[in-house]
């Protein structure tokens, strides 16, 4: 009897089960089987079981512990590793002493290499005891008796900014100007790190601020007045020494400087408010002084509780739902001219917030979507957003445009580019509102447009200021080879020197064709008329003058059209409003029959 077991190799064994030899004895009888019958060749292991240790082939092998390798394969590996590594270690000695050649970063945009220039204007209009690193040789400090000086005020105000060519403070502009920082700072505060700027404007937003406060009873809860201007420019009693009847760096002013308080001047509240309340928010993570910003933005609120862009901006820095109400009132809204027309709808400026209020409301509606009892006038601001973003575009005939490509927000009048850096900032911030909606674009009638229509306008603008332009002119000083060399600025047109000049004295200075001694960089002057043509005259304020105001819509729209990436911060406006809860409408009134 015999039974057939499975045989390894591919065919049957049979095994007799009557045969009682030992394995042993086994494994010798398969000596006698003709090796040649085999019907295919053995692999080693097999040979080494059927041929016995007398016929294996003569290899040598290593044993490495976990496996048994040839020597031929273990040599073979070893010499490649051995070489490899050789190769490896040569190649990093030749890379270590080669001289490198990095990679060189692209070159910094315009709108980059313009906006370092644009923000040192501010270090050169500071007033006060000027920090260490101001980093503008010719100025020093000046107005250390402001406030001091006016018997009938004895107040400190020594700091602050001064206006524009002149050495007067005034509170209205200069607010704006801090206001239009902050917001810039608050979207694009990523832009301004990557230029390497972010610490730079809050520095100037914080000199601004610091000014204003000094300007009330900023630790009160209610106030009675506000001073509201430091120096004078009244020429019209004769040649008495002011601001500007005098022509001489502030550094020599050894006259007394008045200063003017107002006690009914709801504007000047709303503006210094919305610029702390703004402030407050760019400081957020300096919890004391946000909370001292704040604090004195409520108390100029409280002065005037009616008002759209200090209502706006107050909300956005409390999250106080009654700001946000005064800010949707219809009526108010009504007052401030949103729901008409008129030639200078839709552009921002000093003394001008409209437009401003609706884009910063639309910013609401597009990311909170706060609903009842809000939206019916957040959706009024939006349209109205749309359409003044219409008006920018050169399809639409709402503003004429110079031969060169201007747009005349101001309809001819002189001094135009200080609307214009406006217009751009928002148009550029609009357009990544949309896109960081995911809204490809808005409507403007039946027809559809893309954001990038609007970063194309603004582009067209700023480019324009800073050389594309008929005259090949940078209307910013310091950048590139062609720009305005008598620009009108007491500091900049008189050298800085042992010489004092009195009031008269500096006159010579102002009448001078020589160009200014002293280049005022970043400064954006008043810019060119509405034929593209411009006279680079210091004794012409309408051309060559810059700004305060001016100069922070500037640094907005560089900041906002530079670096390769467009985009805003969306959350950092609303770090103080709590969650939207949208409050249903109230049901309808019974019906009756």
Not at 239 to 268: F, G, M, Q, T
Request: charged letters at 20%; glycine letters at 8%; proline letters at 6%.
């Amino acid at each position: 009897m015999s039974m057939y077991g499975r045989d390894p190799w591919g065919g049957p064994l049979e095994i007799n089960t009557a045969d009682s030899a030992t394995d042993d004895d086994r494994s010798r009888n398969l000596q006698d089987f003709d090796r040649a019958a085999l019907s295919r060749p053995l692999d080693e292991t097999q040979q080494s079981w059927l041929l016995g240790p007398g016929e294996q082939k003569k290899k040598k092998y290593v044993d490495l512990g976990c496996i048994i390798v040839t020597r031929k394969i273990f040599v073979w590996t070893l010499g490649t590793i051995l070489v490899s590594a050789f190769l490896a270690g040569f190649i990093t000695l030749i890379v270590k002493t080669v001289p490198r050649h990095h990679r060189s970063h692209a070159p910094p945009d315009n709108y980059t290499l313009a906006l370092h220039k644009a923000l040192m204007f501010f270090n050169a209009q500071r007033s006060g005891p000027l920090p260490k690193h101001n980093n503008v040789s010719w100025r020093g400090n000046s107005g250390m008796r402001d406030g001091l000086s006016d018997n009938s005020v004895n107040k400190n105000l020594v700091g602050g900014f001064y206006d524009a060519g002149d050495a007067i403070k005034f509170n209205f502009p200069a607010s704006f100007a801090m206001t239009m920082l902050s917001w810039s700072v608050i979207e694009y505060s990523a832009k301004y790190e990557a230029a390497g700027e972010l610490n730079h404007a809050k520095e100037i937003i914080k000199w601004g601020s610091d000014y204003l406060l000094k300007t009330f009873n900023s630790s009160a809860d209610t106030i009675d007045k506000i001073y509201a201007q430091v120096g004078e420019g009244d020429t019209s009693k004769g040649p008495s020494p002011n601001d500007h009847y005098c022509w001489v760096r502030p550094e020599d002013i050894d006259y007394a400087r008045k200063v003017y308080e107002c006690h009914s001047c709801s504007d000047l509240a709303g503006e210094m408010a919305a610029a702390l309340a703004a402030a407050s928010i760019v400081f957020k993570d300096t919890k004391t002084y946000s909370q001292k910003l704040v604090h004195g933005a409520k108390t100029l609120f409280n002065y005037w509780d009616e008002f759209l862009w200090g209502g706006a901006w107050l909300y956005y820095a409390t999250g106080n739902s009654s700001f946000l109400q005064l800010a949707t009132t219809r009526g108010l809204a009504k007052h401030a001219g949103a729901f008409w027309g008129g030639p200078d709808y839709g552009v921002l400026s000093w003394d001008n917030k409209l437009a401003g209020v609706q884009v910063l409301l639309s910013r609401l509606r597009l990311f909170l979507s706060p609903g009842y009892p809000y939206e019916d006038m957040l959706g009024t601001f939006h349209n109205q957003t749309n359409i003044i973003m219409c008006s920018y575009l050169p399809v639409f005939t709402s503003f004429n445009r110079t031969k060169g490509g201007l747009i005349q927000l101001n309809h001819g009048r002189p001094q135009p580019l200080q609307y214009v850096v406006n217009a751009a900032f928002l148009a550029t911030l609009y357009s990544d509102y949309l896109e960081a909606a995911d809204t490809p674009g808005w409507y403007c009638g039946p027809n559809f447009y893309s954001t990038e229509v609007l970063r194309d306008f603004a582009k067209t603008q700023i480019d324009y200021i800073l050389g594309k332009n008929p005259r090949k002119m940078s209307y910013v000083v310091g950048f590139g080879n062609h720009y305005p060399k008598h620009v009108h600025h007491r500091g900049a047109s008189i050298p800085k020197g042992r010489i004092r000049y009195n009031c008269k004295g500096g006159w010579k200075w102002r009448d001078s064709q020589r160009p200014n001694p002293n280049t005022l960089v970043g400064a954006m002057v008043a810019g060119p008329d509405k034929h593209d043509g411009f006279h680079d005259v210091r004794s012409n304020y309408n051309y060559t003058e810059p700004t305060l105001a001016g100069n922070a819509g500037l640094v907005a729209a560089l900041v906002a059209l530079s670096g390769e990436k467009s985009g805003i911060d969306k959350n950092t406006i609303f770090s103080a409003v709590p969650p939207m809860f949208p409050t249903p409408p109230p049901p309808p009134a019974p019906w009756k029959p």
